[in-house]
């Protein structure tokens, strides 16, 4: 729980030396990765949430893999709606 990025004060967060560091990496990710966009993000004291968005697949029509997973071709999976634990339909 240790404040690695900055601290909440008068309730907005104040980034460190590190906050700051992590912010700038954020707006670099597309400069490093052309095919990843930052949609959002905000940086917490202790740790960050960020929304990526891969376009890899929209602009060229190639997969892109994981570590642990490739992706499948767009429109190859259907999901529908559901309540309950989620079911993949092939």
Do not use: W, Y
């Not at 560091?21 to 960020?50: G, L, R, T």
């Not at 570590?67 to 309540?83: C, E, I, N």
């Amino acid at each position: 729980m240790e404040h690695f990025f900055g601290n909440i004060e008068d309730g907005e967060m104040v980034l460190n030396d590190i906050g700051r560091v992590a912010d700038q990496c954020m707006k670099d990710v597309s400069v490093h990765f052309p095919h990843v966009v930052v949609d959002e993000f905000i940086i917490m004291p202790n740790h960050v949430h960020v929304i990526l968005v891969v376009d890899h697949i929209i602009k060229t029509g190639a997969f892109v893999e994981t570590q642990k997973f490739a992706s499948l071709p767009p429109g190859r999976v259907k999901m529908p709606p559901t309540h309950g634990p989620m079911k993949q339909i092939f």
